[in-house]
């Protein structure tokens, strides 16, 4: 191909038949698509018949990196794993972080595309230019530490690894993959991989990348990025602290939901604290090629028992935390680590958990429906043996395993304290506090995912404008702003901490333009990220979503949060015809003509 930054090609695997191959990036695909979360839209949207079982034969896996993975960019480490979700039946891209994605750069491919069934367990390894399928039933029934540990003994320290855990076998419906303790969370990838029998994959890469701007110009432009991002005043929040900084400072705000988002504020934080959190640290780590540096490794013990793990991050905190009525930070470590192991997600499965505290509360489950289990809010102790029921899914952990509207659909009583959209459970931010965030939750493709307008930027941190966030007013237009640019994040793909730390639209239009040689302006960046998010929109348009799927649940716009004076509510109403106003969307929610035509989709 033409430009720089990519391999131009695809490894295909075919687990059915055993054939492996490659598939070339054409021009016109890097051109409309980026990477990452472009290349993911549109190879689903193309390859996966509509109304297929996500946990069929005919799902399809892919994995893409982004024109920036594996250069000198800075955070550029990330990569996209994409499938038609098990959870919410929408194209869903979760990214990890770590070495994997460099890796798989260098040893010469953009991304892994994988169809069909084994027929038993298996795993994946790529070595540059060759790959072969190799038995994994030793490692069957592993978690995924222990399964990446076992396979990276058996080829060796200079292979990148990733794997399922017991979740992802057992089709929990939230299923992850894990690479070291990355997670490729929400939306159950991990699920679909169990499904295929696919237990695990290896890279080993030893290329490089060809960039199309001369090695001076690149370097002095990658110097400046890099600075623009240590020069940041936010940089040390994330360094030190974590994401966890902002647990106090949302709960402030009276945004940080409480017990199922019965409330908007959380009695006492301190105990989880993130000052109380950073005695555990032992060491700090970083990403690949990420400046930042916001890993950290925790060690810690609970009833016994002793842990090594990953410092929990802001969402997972709050979502086996305070989302449950729990501020014990021993159990809501552990619950974590359990989570990232047996490889579930740590925030649907927090949301799962609160749905059924709020149904015990309600009288709607008892004991004897919860194998004896006490779902009572701030239960510390039923965290650990609901996460192994779940990911065993046996017993009421099997009703667990389906997320919180699974859950209730199955038991045909309280999905109106599910608290999610399109089937995704909502985040760390209440939308009774922050407006634009819950426009998000409501109309991004794959559901209530709070990464793809993180608008408490502009509503709260003052870093991407200065706008009101009880207010409605422009949050229709900032929204689709917002969720337009963050695809180009996700494509390229950068970190999403890039947005507090200085990368404008036109930094990132910079980013892509460096690599390839394309010339992407701050125009061309928001075009593309329109016509991807109307290639997801449009796949959701054809399995059956509608404007009713555009919702959030009935007790934002009713219940205000008992701990708000001011008594904030959020009703969608007219605002939702504001937003499809912007997206060139008719009244149902569905592109136009026009709009398709524009954007050449």
């Known amino acids: 191909m033409k430009y720089?930054?990519?391999t131009g090609k695809f490894l295909t695997v075919d687990l059915g038949t055993g054939a492996i191959g490659s598939q070339p990036v054409s021009d016109e695909l890097a051109e409309k698509y980026v990477g990452g979360r472009g290349f993911v839209a549109k190879l689903l949207y193309d390859m996966l018949p509509r109304g297929i079982d996500p946990l069929g034969p005919e799902n399809v896996i892919v994995f893409a990196t982004?024109?920036?993975?594996g250069t000198m960019i800075p955070t550029a480490s990330r990569i996209a794993i994409g499938v038609?979700?098990?959870?919410?039946?929408?194209?869903?891209?979760?990214?990890?972080?770590?070495?994997f994605g460099p890796e798989l750069k260098y040893a010469g491919w953009d991304g892994i595309i994988v169809t069909g069934v084994s027929e038993k367990p298996v795993a994946l390894v790529v070595d540059d230019d060759?790959?072969?399928?190799v038995d994994a039933g030793s490692l069957w029934g592993k978690d995924a530490l222990e399964s990446q540990q076992a396979l990276q003994?058996?080829?060796?320290?200079?292979f990148r690894v990733g794997a399922i855990g017991p979740g992802g076998e057992n089709g929990v419906r939230y299923g992850t993959f894990m690479h070291q303790q990355h997670n490729a969370g929400r939306g159950g990838s991990g699920s679909v991989f169990g499904s295929k029998k696919l237990k695990a994959v290896a890279v080993r890469g030893t290329g490089g990348i060809s960039v199309a701007a001369p090695a001076a110009e690149y370097i002095a432009a990658c110097k400046e990025l890099h600075d623009i991002i240590m020069e940041n005043p936010v940089r040390p929040a994330f360094r030190w602290p974590g994401t966890n900084g902002m647990l106090p400072n949302v709960n402030e705000a009276i945004g940080l939901p409480y017990r199922n988002y019965q409330d908007d504020k959380v009695p006492d934080v301190g105990p989880i604290h993130h000052e109380v959190l950073d005695t555990y640290v032992t060491s700090r780590e970083a990403c690949s090629g990420c400046n930042v540096i916001c890993g950290a490794v925790v060690e810690f013990e609970r009833e016994g028992r002793s842990y090594r793990s990953e410092r929990i991050d802001h969402e997972s905190m709050w979502a086996l935390g305070p989302n449950c009525g729990i501020v014990d930070l021993m159990a809501v470590l552990e619950a974590n680590y359990l989570c990232d192991t047996l490889g579930i997600d740590t925030m649907t499965t927090g949301s799962a958990i609160s749905w059924a505290m709020e149904m015990t509360e309600k009288g709607l489950l008892t004991k004897d429906d919860t194998d004896g289990l006490d779902f009572t809010f701030g239960n510390a102790d039923v965290l650990r043996p609901a996460i192994l029921k779940i990911s065993a899914r046996e017993g009421f952990g099997d009703t667990l395993a389906l997320g919180s509207r699974g859950a209730a659909r199955k038991l045909g009583k309280g999905e109106e304290y599910a608290m999610q959209v399109k089937g995704l459970d909502m985040a760390a931010y209440s939308p009774r506090a922050f407006t634009g965030m819950?426009?998000?939750?409501?109309t991004t493709g794959r559901g209530a995912d709070h990464n793809k307008a993180f608008t408490v930027a502009a509503e709260f941190l003052g870093v991407l404008g200065d706008y009101d966030r009880y207010s409605l007013d422009g949050k229709a237009e900032l929204v689709k702003r917002m969720q337009d640019s963050t695809v180009m994040i996700d494509s390229l793909i950068m970190c999403m901490f890039t947005v507090d730390l200085g990368i404008s639209v036109e930094l990132y239009?910079?980013?892509a333009s460096l690599p390839t040689g394309m010339n992407i302006t701050a125009d061309d960046l928001y075009a593309i990220g329109e016509r991807v998010s109307t290639v997801e929109r449009l796949f959701n348009v054809e399995e059956g979503f509608t404007r009713a799927d555009d919702f959030l649940p009935r007790r934002l716009a009713v219940e205000p949060a008992p701990s708000d004076p001011g008594a904030h509510t959020l009703d969608m109403g007219d605002v939702?015809?504001?937003y499809y106003a912007a997206r060139e969307w008719d009244a149902d929610g569905v592109p136009t003509a026009a709009l398709r035509e524009r954007l050449g989709v």
């Open 153 to 158: 003994r058996q080829l060796g320290d200079e």
């Open 130 to 133: 060759k790959a072969r399928l």
């Open 66 to 69: 982004g024109p920036a993975t």
């Open 576 to 578: 939702l015809d504001d």
């Open 509 to 511: 239009a910079r980013c």
């Open 4 to 6: 720089g930054g990519y």
């Open 84 to 99: 038609k979700s098990p959870l919410t039946g929408t194209i869903s891209a979760s990214y990890m972080g770590g070495h």
């Open 438 to 442: 819950g426009i998000s939750y409501a």
